[in-house]
């Protein structure tokens, strides 16, 4: 997808260049740096992360195709032991990671590492999504989604 395609999505979906949540932040923070300390793997919402959730928390996503799918960009805590999959993942890559959303169908969690890349932690394993919100939007749309062991350390 184009740049202008993904603004259109993401416009759509209630975007807008200068959007900020504001006061919602660190309760959607929170979310998950609560749960995923009471698992005993803390996360941090590094500044790539709050700078994320800032600007597309609580959007929305419609992703095409059957069976009916979406993203959302909302931090969330997905299954027991998140936490310990999200820490091994980190562990991984070399690079701290943060949940930033969540795809509906399957429950996968979107994390941004503190480069600002984002990975997507499925069921069937950990994917690389783009090396920023575009590259990752246009993944998540279309595809194709790469095996994250590509950018371990």
């Known amino acids: 997808m184009t740049a202008a395609e993904v603004e259109a999505v993401l416009r759509s979906a209630g975007w807008a260049p200068g959007r900020d949540i ?6 959607l923070l929170s979310l998950v740096t609560d749960r995923f300390a009471g698992e005993g793997h803390p996360v941090e919402p590094f500044p790539a992360a709050r700078d994320f959730v800032r600007e597309f928390g609580g959007l929305r996503l419609e992703i095409p195709g059957s069976p009916p799918a979406a993203v959302g960009f909302t931090p969330h805590w ?19 990671l943060f949940p930033v959303g969540y795809e ?7 994390l941004i590492d503190e480069t600002g890349r984002f990975f997507l932690l499925h069921h069937t394993g950990p994917y690389f999504l783009g090396a920023n919100t575009y590259e990752a939007v246009s993944c998540l749309l279309r595809g194709p989604q790469q095996e994250a062991r590509d950018y371990f350390s």
Not at 104 to 110: Q, S
């Open 22 to 27: 504001g006061a919602r932040l660190p309760a």
């Open 78 to 96: 997905i299954y027991e032991e998140s936490g310990e999959d999200v820490a091994e993942l980190a562990r991984n890559l070399g690079k701290r």
């Open 104 to 110: 509906t169908f399957d429950g996968a969690m979107l």
